[in-house]
């Protein structure tokens, strides 16, 4: 349905934004006010969100759109001019009628062939602006824009299958409200565009069930082996890729069970990154192994969340969902170099996420990255910040940089202390089979103190899984040997 340039082209973009009227500054009385940066050359650097606020002092409106820009440069294009309108939605064109002419003249003055609205159209109000626009222009949405980048960055055939059917689900209601008559009384007939993405659909569907979802299946396999869940959940570019790749020093992470392509390339650019947004850089959840005092872990990066999506978008989404469900502990990552009013919605919003999956605030370990970009003061304030709005059962919040490994020992320290620990005393008749339980005992657990005498007193904490999984072992050699 979009039209795209060839690879080695990218599109040329503008993006059209309705501002959120809370932010709005002036000129309150009307649906019109409007703010129209569109840079003379046709140029748009490439560093994120200065580019935007420096042809602008209406920094809180343009500051809106700072997301859909890195979104769309996630997705490769140029962002040639920013168009905004504040107040009301037009229902049938989206934009008022005023704002509609002036985007389509701001497309053929860039020469730009793509539209990206940052909201969700209906299907009509997407068809309406399309045929608004020059010939040959893709109109695309939030969404849209999102699973093409998705589609950009699947790695594995599941997921690439995944994205696929989101695409024709998200496309089929489009294609009808864009079809003619004539085409739509043949949508029953094969060979027919809706028919054919009908069957497409269903066939993609069929597929997919046929795969079971490899994720839960190897997760429970590793719990039953004793090992802890662990989560690093968050918004896009908060820094949980990075710092899963800089606690494998710190956790021993000692292999890799399964890693997308764009995880592997995290690693080499890590070494010099230079500090960019990268939106959606994780597009599929990647879990390693890993001892944290000597306890087996899991540790799984997650797909970012970003604002306004629907979590059953593409499957990914919900597969970090319910990464974040079954963990023992979830690191929350927070950008804490966003500006206060972003970081203190991304934190709200977050919390309600783990909050509707069940993650009980005690399992949260909240990470406030980037404390580098923040001067000591700023740093201060966010902490406060967090710990106001934190519930009293989480962790204590955590200033961290992982860039310059700032408090990831202390990090550590806390996500062992909050996954789950029991104590066990186990007594056993002192016989060959007591030292191979002895062993296992130092090998899965932390072991307090053992006392050798008629019988072995084995004092040990550890997962509730695996002390469950030595009690019974202890029983049976005590039966065996009563
Ligand atoms: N200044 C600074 N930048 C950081 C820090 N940690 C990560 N970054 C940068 O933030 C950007 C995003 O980091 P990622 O690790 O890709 O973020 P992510 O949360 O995995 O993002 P998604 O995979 O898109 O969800 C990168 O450019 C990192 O180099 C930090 O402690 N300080
Ligand atoms: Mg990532």
């Known amino acids: 349905m979009s039209r795209s340039r060839t690879h080695n082209t990218p599109n040329r973009t503008v993006i059209a ?26 140029q748009t650097s490439d560093t994120g969100r200065t580019d935007d606020t420096s042809q602008t002092d209406e920094t809180d409106q343009v500051g809106q759109t700072d997301e859909i820009a890195a979104l769309v440069r996630a997705a490769g294009d140029e962002v040639v ?75 594995s055939r599941r997921a690439k299958l995944q994205v696929e059917l989101a695409q024709l689900r998200y496309d089929l209601p489009r294609l009808i409200e864009s079809a003619d008559e004539g085409l739509l009384n043949k949508q029953t007939e094969k060979g027919s565009p809706v028919y054919d993405v009908r069957d497409r659909i269903d066939r993609l569907e069929r597929k997919l069930e046929e795969r079971p979802e490899p994720a839960a299946q190897f997760r429970e396999r590793r719990r039953e082996e004793g090992f802890d869940l662990v989560t690093c959940a968050g918004y896009t570019n908060a820094g949980k890729s990075t710092l899963l790749h800089r606690l494998a020093d710190e956790m021993s ?33 990647t879990t390693r192994r890993a001892t944290i005092d000597g306890r087996p872990v899991l540790v799984t990066d997650t797909v970012g969340f970003v604002d306004d999506l ?48 069940g993650v009980a605030d005690e399992r949260i370990v909240p990470a ?98 695996i002390l469950e999984q030595l009690r019974a072992r202890a029983e049976r050699i005590t039966a065996e040997h009563r």
């Open 17 to 42: 934004s309705r501002l959120d009227a809370t932010a709005a500054t002036s000129n309150e009385t009307d649906n019109t006010e409007e703010t129209v940066q569109a840079d003379g050359t046709g």
């Open 81 to 155: 001019a920013t168009i905004t309108q504040a107040g009301r939605e037009d229902s049938g064109s989206y934009f008022g009628h005023g704002k509609v002419d002036e985007l389509a003249d701001t497309v053929a003055a860039t020469d730009a062939n793509r539209v990206v609205v940052d909201d969700e159209l209906t299907p009509s109000q997407h068809h309406t602006l399309e045929s608004a626009m020059p010939a040959d222009t893709a109109v695309l949405d939030r969404h849209r824009l999102v699973l093409e980048i998705f589609e950009a960055g699947a790695g």
């Open 253 to 285: 992470i000692l292999d890799t069970d399964s890693s997308s392509k764009s995880d592997n390339a995290h690693s080499e650019k890590d070494a010099t990154a230079a500090v960019r947004d990268r939106l959606f850089e994780t597009l599929e959840t």
């Open 310 to 357: 629907p979590h059953d978008l593409v499957e990914s989404f919900s597969a970090t969902l319910s990464e974040a469900g079954a963990a023992d502990v979830v690191v929350l990552v927070v950008d804490a170099s966003d500006a206060e009013s972003r970081f203190r919605a991304r934190l709200e919003t977050a919390l309600d996420v783990l909050d509707a999956q």
């Open 368 to 465: 406030l990255n980037k404390v580098d970009c923040l001067s000591t003061d700023e740093s201060a304030r966010r902490l406060a910040m967090a710990e106001e709005q934190l519930p009293e059962s989480t962790a204590d919040p955590l200033p961290v940089s992982v860039l310059e490994e700032t408090n990831l020992g202390r990090l550590c320290e806390t996500i062992l202390e909050r996954l789950p620990t029991e104590t066990a005393d186990l007594r056993v008749p002192n016989c060959d089979d007591t030292m191979a339980l002895v062993s296992r005992a130092y090998d899965r657990t932390s072991v307090e103190t053992v006392d050798y005498d008629d019988t072995v007193t084995i004092r040990c904490r550890g997962p509730p899984r």
